[in-house]
């Protein structure tokens, strides 16, 4: 595909489509599909934090129908093991040699349900898949799928059994997004629909609008959006300040810089923007930071939040004119 106006235009309606199809199945998460598609223009993965019953898991599942997208579902328990992730050597006994087993990470889309359930050896067995987009075992690498998107769930209020992610990898994902209960209208639209029939496992009725190609085009397209100096001292402007900021410990890096840049690209082309601005920047600031950043001991403490710390530095950074 060539990246002519016509052809934009044609991929970006495509990828509004998606929205339609999702909605089909999920309703009142509107937030939580627009950071999916920006996701997945960013090549990054996304980190879905809600409590059980909000549709977390259904969404993933109809984001990757409505693509057309092959997805592996994985169930992270505590007796999980990174083989069971990445796939391992078996050994076949007719050929007296050892053949390599994938997991289900050679997938499009991976689901890696309540991902903080599982103890840090496991979690960290996705830290390669999801930087590199390959696994490697006995010396061989062996390469993912492409498009490949990691949408991991967990849930913010069970502690119990769980383990938090490693800092190492919470960096790996580019999004993170809360996942709440639906308005009231939304809320009485889920009710009627499962008043009429409507199973979450059924999602026959939706269609795929998109595919590989039309995605990878999409990513493409998305990456080349234009980029001011001005804006990239802006970016790096917002990132410094959270180092300088007093209730922060842990600030956002060069790599939360890049990142943020991704996000704020595509964001700007699902728009039709031919180059990203402020606003774009703005818009995409807290979900792409929010997991990235560590409060000293004493600002928690206190009550002090880490969307709050995003917010007072967006409102104290200059905006370039």
Same mark, same amino acid.
């Given at each position: 595909?060539?990246e ?6 044609a ?20 937030g939580?599909?627009?950071? *999916?598609l ?24 109809a ?54 359930r ?7 067995? *996705? ?37 938090d ?5 919470l ?31 059924d999602?026959?009725? *939706?269609?795929?609008?998109?595919d ?21 001292g ?14 922060v ?11 943020l ?33 560590r ?8 009550g ?18």
């Open positions: 595909m060539t002519s106006s016509p052809t934009d235009e991929l970006r309606s495509a990828v509004h489509d998606v929205r339609t199809e999702i909605g089909k199945a999920v309703v009142g998460q509107d939580a599909v627009t950071g *999916l920006v996701a997945l223009l960013a090549r990054g993965h996304v980190l879905l934090e809600g409590v059980p019953g909000v549709a977390k898991t259904l969404l993933v599942r984001f990757s129908r409505a693509l057309g997208l092959e997805t592996h579902r994985v169930q992270f328990t505590p007796d999980l093991m990174p083989g069971d992730v990445t796939g391992s050597l078996v050994y076949d006994a007719r050929s007296g040699e050892f053949d390599f087993r994938e997991g289900p990470v050679f997938t499009n889309v991976l689901l890696a349900d309540e991902i903080n599982t103890p840090p050896k496991t979690q960290s067995a *996705l830290l390669e898949a999801m930087e590199e987009r390959q696994v490697s075992a006995d010396g061989v690498t062996r390469a993912l799928p492409d498009p490949f998107l990691v949408a991991a769930t967990q849930n913010p209020i069970e502690h119990e059994g769980t383990y992610l490693p800092e190492a990898q960096d790996r994902f580019l999004l993170k997004l809360l996942i709440d209960a639906p308005a009231r209208d939304a809320e009485i639209s889920v009710l009627r629909r499962h008043a009429d029939g409507f199973r979450p496992g999602l026959g009725a *939706l269609r795929a609008v998109v590989a190609d039309g995605i990878r085009a999409a990513q493409r397209a998305a990456a080349s959006v234009a980029v001011s100096d001005e804006l990239l802006y970016v790096v402007d917002l990132a410094r300040a959270t180092r300088e900021a007093p209730s410990q842990l600030g956002a890096s060069p790599r939360a810089a890049t990142a840049l991704a996000t704020a690209k595509a964001w700007a082309w699902l728009g039709g923007y031919p180059a990203i601005t402020p606003d774009h920047v703005q818009t995409m600031l807290t979900p792409t930071w929010r997991h990235r950043l409060l000293r001991a004493e600002a928690e403490f206190e002090v939040t880490v969307d709050a710390v995003i917010s007072s530095v967006l409102q104290q950074t200059r905006v370039p004119i």
